[in-house]
């Protein structure tokens, strides 16, 4: 047999690694950003057509090429930055492994001007697709201004890869804020045709701020230390802030922002019983260490670094964390009942203030004018479960304006009941005999054992299934809302805002948009008590975490349908820690048993689970 093994040529190897390196135009926008700030450029300009599919372009005043070295750079393993493999080991750029224009070039068409200071005149390449086409000389700026047009126009199932542009949009405003938070001292601006963004060099927090707005700004407690194998430093937000989705977590290490898993636990764990367990923390940290300490090449995209002492800077993290949150007061300095002691530590040197005390000089206890006190039952406002107001109270459960749904006839739901659920013999109206246990569970019992039901995951499925009903019968009902609600959306979640405007109007939210400000003035006239900022924020973060997919809606009319559904009854339901009443649970119980499908929430989580009776005694045997 002959041989058959060749050597690949360029152009393929090229395509291959272009796999690795280059999976979307937000890759590209990555290192060709990162490129620029190796060059030293104090000014990158980023232009954006059709989400980066027919153009990316990036231009700085760094250090430019020579004619030889442009071409050079879009060699294989073509680089200006290491020489020697011990180079690996003091890394100070970015970029080292040569890989990320020959890799681009491969999969696009490149355009490229560069001039170094020095050189009166520079110099133009023309790449298609690996192959070069044309240089010649060039009167440009000095820097380098890159084009790389229709990414992926050779490797037609990669283009076909591609997301939406508002995807790709968002991906690439993804990135872009990534390279602002690290280079807080270049001016960087983008430009993506349908929103431009500019930022003036400033300070790591003033950067912070500028590209999330100010929504973090006086939420951010500084984080600072610096011992032998590390210095830390940036911001982490305080605990009332958690978010529930999309939170802002950024390592930065040596200027280079990367994923660590390890760290981010260490992180994480220091807001352990100061956050619900389904909420994260933001943090914006960066460490410096010696580049001989850690190593960066470990992955293609260089978005992952091995330390040396990774288990020593964990101690060192969680101590700082630690003692920035107790520092600024957002730890309870005290684990039990704060609320009993609402006085301020004294520091060295303060003198303690007088209590103040406010006196009715013309108080009388025995006359009736001056006695405020109730006399009667009556009198109490506020009182708990008021017998006088008790139905009313009930009935507003019953009919759903405080969020418990509608009201419905009691033997419906009973056989109902035993169709959802067969095999159970309900000898009762069940929920009758509820409990409640650790404020989050409801415990009733039917004959073949104890049902335990999470009380809000049960709160949700019911909301649920009453807003999809509405939507199918498409009501449209508009209440204005007296205060309208501004909301200041990020970037890129103003991008997406924008995408499902649309959609979200034809439920019956109203907006007004200003600059960048949204104003609710209106929202669906079935919802009462509702937090519309928190709600937008969470059907946003849904649709750019991929969770509610707009092109798989339960109605191709209204791709939200289902993902505006579970975000209004999470958003409306009960916590899990709302103490209830025997009626409210047992109102709970009951809604949820007459539902088709009570056993799973729309999220798919499990909502209750049966206790058998014959499990009971085995247990008790
Ligand atoms: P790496 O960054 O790993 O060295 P690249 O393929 O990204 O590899 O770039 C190859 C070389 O091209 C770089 O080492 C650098 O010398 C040169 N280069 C790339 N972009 C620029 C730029 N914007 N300005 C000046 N030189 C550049
Ligand atoms: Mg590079």
């Known amino acids: 047999m002959s041989d058959i093994i060749r050597l690949l040529p360029d152009s393929v190897a090229n395509q291959i690694a272009a796999g690795e390196v280059i999976q979307r135009p937000a890759s590209v926008i990555k290192e060709l950003v990162e490129n620029s700030v190796d060059a030293g450029a104090s000014i990158i300009k980023i232009y954006i057509k059709d989400a980066g599919r027919t153009l990316i372009q990036v231009v700085d005043n760094g250090k430019g090429m020579s004619e030889t070295d442009a071409r050079m750079a879009f060699e294989r393993h073509a680089t200006s930055k290491i020489n020697v493999a011990d180079d690996l080991f003091r890394l100070t750029t970015m970029g080292f492994r040569g890989e990320a224009l020959p890799s681009i070039c491969a999969v696009s068409q490149i355009d490229i001007r560069t001039r170094t200071p020095e050189s009166p005149i520079g110099t133009r390449l023309l790449i298609n697709g690996s192959r070069v086409e044309t240089q010649e000389a060039d009167v440009c700026d000095a820097g380098t201004n890159i084009m790389v047009k229709n990414l992926f126009f ?135 260490v010696d580049p001989s300490s850690i190593d960066v090449n470990i992955h293609p995209t260089k978005n992952e670094i091995k330390f040396e002492n990774e288990q020593e800077i964990f101690a060192i993290l969680r101590a700082a964390i630690k003692a920035s949150l107790a520092k600024n007061g957002a730890v309870p300095s005290i684990d039990f009942n704060t609320d009993i002691l609402p006085v301020k530590p004294l520091h060295k040197g303060e003198i303690p203030e007088r209590p103040k005390l406010t006196l009715s000089q013309s108080y009388n206890p025995f006359s009736s004018a001056g006695n405020n006190f109730p006399k009667s039952d009556s009198q109490i406002k506020d009182k708990p479960a008021n017998i006088d107001n008790w139905d009313k109270l009930y009935s507003e459960f019953m009919t759903g304006s405080r969020g418990f749904g509608d009201k419905k006839i009691e033997i419906e739901k009973k056989e109902a009941l035993q169709s959802s659920l067969p095999g159970m013999n309900f000898t009762d109206k069940i929920g009758s005999l509820c409990i409640q246990h650790a404020s989050r569970y409801l415990v009733t019992s039917v004959s073949e054992g104890l049902i335990i039901i999470h009380q809000r995951r049960a709160h949700i499925k019911i909301l649920y299934e009453k807003f999809i009903d509405r939507f199918k019968r498409s009501e449209k009902t508009v209440q204005s809302l007296m205060f309208p609600e501004l909301i200041d959306f990020d970037p890129e979640h103003f991008e997406v805002f924008t995408n499902i405007e649309k959609d979200l109007t034809g439920f019956g939210f109203v907006f007004e948009k200003k600059n960048d400000v949204i104003k609710v003035t209106g929202i669906p006239g079935y919802v009462d008590n509702l937090n519309v900022k928190s709600l937008l924020t969470d059907i946003v973060d849904a649709v750019l975490e991929g969770s509610i997919d707009m092109k798989k809606g339960l109605d191709k009319e209204m791709p939200l349908y289902d993902g505006l559904a579970i975000s209004m009854a999470r958003s409306l339901a009960i916590s899990n820690n709302q103490k209830l009443s025997a009626d409210e649970m047992e109102h709970i119980v009951s809604e949820l048993f007459s539902l088709p499908d009570p056993m799973y929430g729309p999220n798919g989580k499990r909502i209750f689970f049966t206790l058998e009776d014959s499990r009971i005694e085995n247990a008790l045997n």
């Open 154 to 288: 050779n490797v037609p199932a990669r283009r076909k890869f591609l997301k939406t542009d508002s995807v790709e949009n968002s991906n690439i405003l993804r990135e872009f804020e990534r390279l602002a938070l690290v280079n807080n001292n270049i001016h960087l601006s983008i430009d993506l045709g349908s929103r431009v963004l500019d930022l003036r060099p400033a300070s790591f927090k003033n950067r912070i701020t500028d590209i999330w707005k100010n929504a973090l700004d006086l939420h951010l407690l500084p984080v600072d230390i610096d011992t032998a194998i590390v210095k830390v430093e940036g911001y982490i937000s305080r605990p009332e802030y958690a978010r529930r989705r999309n939170p802002l977590q950024y390592l930065i290490v040596n200027g280079r922002n990367m994923r660590h898993p390890y760290f981010h636990k260490a992180i994480v764990s220091c807001y352990d019983s100061l956050i619900a367990s389904d909420t994260q923390p933001c943090y914006f940290l960066k460490f410096t």
